[in-house]
């Protein structure tokens, strides 16, 4: 048996269907008002006296694969108190019904304002055709910004960051309440003049979770004087790990010396690695007449006048970095060293026979890659071990000190032996690193002033100096359980939606998209 559906309820709530009509595309239903009398908006006095009546026209949800028009039968009141400036007045339906002025119902509006918050302008306006719902992108944006959802709640944890509308040109700061895990605004910058003003208009705020950078911390510090600072922890934890790398690049020299490779021959060297050799020597003349100069006391700017190099660069040479023989990333063969070295050694020298072997062990490198290391190995056969012997880049020794012994292959654990036998400053340096990271994971605050006493003494002293720059925020961080974490994931999601939006997005209405999303 077919069950009749009522024709009433193909209409919001409070109107009342007066006649149907059928088109090949839609059906327009005649509405009116089920109530007797009107409310004049300006002195609220109820009247029953109709002036006249307006046809206007409104979409609603689709129903049957087809739209919905409603032809609202719209009357004009008389408003009967003597003293109101309206005399004439259109009665009103109701926001949650049909809102004033608005050409679409509110339950149309509820699913348009969705749908530009899930997939923007244009992909939705696309999409809500489909669905029998034609709208503008124009409109769906409109509809996004005027119903963006506003804070309304007290803020006491907050988390700031900074944003990039484009990489290295222009950066915004995000906002964020730490407590309700909610965006609460965008600025459109970073710069401490803004940050500073937002934060003053909100002095309820009591703790304030940054990254390291200067900026907010300044800003914080003279608009909220008696709020909590927390430096973020996995930024304090990533600041370490790249003051110990920085440590191995200055420590490379002595690095060479200890594994014995201070000497390269060139013959051994493949084409492009000839190329990176000629490129050292190249550095290598370059940092000595920087050292040279500096050994004077001439001052890094007369060093950029009289060579011609960045100031950037002469920074970096006077700090210890630019000494990596071969400054290259981890080789795709090195994993499969042993296994090359094993077929080798049981006769197998043809360069496409091990390629094929090693596929066969998940190797997705070129036949070129393994040809280079066989003719490679046919020229080191004549030579001694230690000529042979190759140092890691700086990035590959900073990580093998830092993982466990038996993560590593037995030619990586002579390396390293022989660098911690020969360079005991960067054991201690890894040792403090190690111990740094200890404490935040341990909230242990009560070991940061020895730790910063033995690590000014050490490889590691310039991130001390900053720690202890930073002091108090940095303890915040240990003690507090407040960071910056989702932070770094609403940037994640922000950066999603901007990117939907081609970039193309003002801040205005990337802002109305992340707090309606929330």
Not at 91 to 100: C, I, Q, S
Not at 127 to 155: G, K
Not at 434 to 459: C, G, P, T, V, Y
């Amino acid at each position: 048996m077919r069950a009749e559906v009522r024709i009433s309820s193909l209409v919001p709530s409070g109107l009342v269907i007066e006649s149907v009509s059928d088109s090949s595309d839609s059906i327009i239903l005649a509405v009116r008002s089920e109530a007797g009398m009107a409310e004049c908006p300006v002195c609220g006095s109820r009247s029953r006296r109709i002036h006249s009546r307006y046809d206007r026209q409104v979409s609603d949800l689709p129903c049957a694969g087809k739209q919905i028009r409603l032809r609202v039968i719209t009357r004009r009141f008389v408003c009967e108190v003597p003293h109101c400036r309206r005399r004439i007045f259109a009665e009103r339906f109701g926001d949650n019904v049909l809102p004033t002025r608005s050409r679409q119902t509110a339950r149309l509006e509820c699913i348009v304002h969705h749908l530009g918050l899930a997939l923007g302008g244009r992909p939705a306006a696309s999409f809500a055709r489909r669905l029998m719902m034609p709208v503008s992108n124009d409109t769906l944006l409109r509809v996004v910004r005027r119903r963006a959802a506003r804070r309304t709640h007290p803020l006491t944890v907050v988390g700031v960051d900074d944003w990039a509308f484009r990489r290295n040109r222009r950066y915004g700061t995000i906002v964020c309440d730490l407590e309700r895990r909610r965006i609460v605004t965008l600025l459109p910058d970073r710069e401490v003049a803004t940050v500073r003003a937002w934060l003053a208009d909100h002095p309820e705020i009591s703790v304030v979770s940054r990254d390291r950078g200067g900026g907010y911390g300044e800003a914080s510090a003279k608009a909220l004087p008696d709020a909590i600072q927390v430096a973020d922890r996995w930024h304090l934890m990533e600041n370490a790990s790249a003051a110990f790398l920085d440590a191995v690049r200055k420590s490379m020299r002595a690095i060479r010396s200890a594994i014995g490779s201070t000497t390269i021959t060139p013959e051994l060297l493949t084409s492009a690695e000839k190329l990176r050799y000629e490129s050292y020597l190249r550095r290598e003349d370059t940092n000595a007449a920087i050292m040279a100069l500096a050994r004077d006391g001439v001052s890094i700017m007369q060093i950029v006048r009289r060579l011609g190099h960045s100031r950037n660069l002469v920074r970096q040479t006077l700090r210890g970095g630019r000494a990596d023989v071969f400054q290259t990333r981890e080789r795709s063969l090195d994993a499969y060293y042993l296994f090359l070295e094993g077929l080798w050694s049981s006769g197998c020298r043809n360069g496409a026979e091990l390629w094929r072997r090693l596929q066969m062990q998940g190797f997705r490198g070129s036949l070129r890659t393994v040809g280079e290391w066989t003719t490679r190995r046919r020229r080191s056969e004549a030579v001694s071990k230690q000529q042979l012997q190759r140092v890691p880049s700086a990035r590959t020794i900073a990580r093998l000190m830092t993982i466990k012994r038996d993560c590593m292959t037995k030619a990586d654990a002579l390396v390293i032996a022989a660098i911690e036998a020969g360079v005991p400053s960067l054991v201690e340096a890894r040792t403090l690193i190690d111990q740094f990271h200890d404490m935040i994971r341990k909230k242990d605050e009560a070991k940061l002033d020895a730790w910063i006493a033995n690590a000014k003494a050490s490889l590691v002293s310039s991130f001390a100096t900053g720690v202890l720059k930073d002091i108090a925020a940095v303890r915040a961080a240990i003690t507090h359980p407040w960071s910056n974490g989702q932070v770094e994931g609403q940037i994640t999601k922000l950066k999603l939606v901007k990117r939907q939006m081609y970039g193309r997005a003002k801040i205005d209405l990337l802002e109305a998209r992340l707090l309606g999303a929330a």
